[in-house]
């Protein structure tokens, strides 16, 4: 079974934080005073979990979509070369979102990595995304890949 985290956040307040099935996520579009967030990382676990369920996010494979965050100027001419570059690879499922005044997302979906469900995958994708930080993207964030990332 695969878990995300859902988090609500309030002004600069996060609540209702719960961990739920990935399928079971639902929010209520028409609350407009709250923004809605689940984890970028999914749980993998075979058991339904107890406890505080952050554990789960050091100790269980993990999967999740491969995402690249760029900012500020020449963000997008960035974000364009890291996407030739991923389809110079053979990836052929990307897409490219904007994320702020600007900022861009580039994001690989995870069945498309090759990848199976391991624990440090937040730690896989960072080298990977410093490795493109330093040959085509300065603008590229690697501090947004933790397991725990909402």
């Known amino acids: 079974m695969r878990y ?5 956040q309030v002004g600069d307040n996060w609540s209702d934080r719960k961990f739920v099935k990935t399928e079971d996520v ?21 058991t339904e979990p107890t406890g505080p369920y952050e554990r789960y996010f050091e ?7 491969l995402f690249f965050d760029f900012d500020g100027d020449g963000s997008f001419e960035h974000c364009q070369k890291v996407d030739s570059y ?11 979102y904007f994320s702020g005044s600007k900022g861009h997302h580039l994001v ?7 990848l199976e469900p391991r624990t440090d995958l937040p730690e896989l994708y960072k080298r990977f995304a410093q490795s493109l930080h330093d040959i085509y993207a ?3 964030d690697t501090k947004v890949y933790n397991a725990r990332r909402l």
Do not use: K, M
């Not at 209520?28 to 984890?39: E, H, L, M, N, P």
């Not at 991923?86 to 490219?96: P, Q, Y």
């Open 138 to 140: 300065p603008t590229l």
């Open 4 to 8: 995300v985290e859902l988090a609500r």
């Open 108 to 114: 690989v979906p995870f069945e498309c990595t090759g």
């Open 59 to 65: 100790t269980a494979p993990l999967s999740g979509d």
């Open 26 to 46: 639902t929010f209520d579009a028409s609350d407009t005073s709250a923004a809605y967030y689940t984890s970028a990382f999914e749980v993998n676990i075979d």
């Open 86 to 96: 991923l389809e110079s690879l053979g990836v052929d499922e990307r897409r490219i």
